[in-house]
């Protein structure tokens, strides 16, 4: 089992601009793994929109929860 940290939180985006997101992950040893696989994923896509690798897309004002 893998665990990953995300380093960014209760961070905000303008319309139209982009924030790139991090994680770090370990695994159950606490040993660092490189290159987890991620699926990154909003709450609310109207409002902001993320890739797949973590950069978040501001549309429009509103709140959206980003996990990975």
């Known amino acids: 089992t893998n665990r990953a940290h995300h380093q960014q939180r209760g ?3 303008a319309s139209g601009a982009t924030l790139q ?3 770090s992950a370990t695994n159950r040893r606490g040993a660092a793994v490189s290159n987890p696989p991620l699926t990154w994923s909003s709450s609310a896509p109207s409002v ?3 890739s797949q690798t973590g950069a978040v897309t501001g549309a429009v004002a509103g709140t959206s ?3 990975a």
């Open 48 to 50: 902001a929109s993320v």
């Open 21 to 23: 997101l991090s994680v």
């Open 11 to 13: 961070s905000s985006v």
């Open 65 to 67: 929860t980003i996990t």
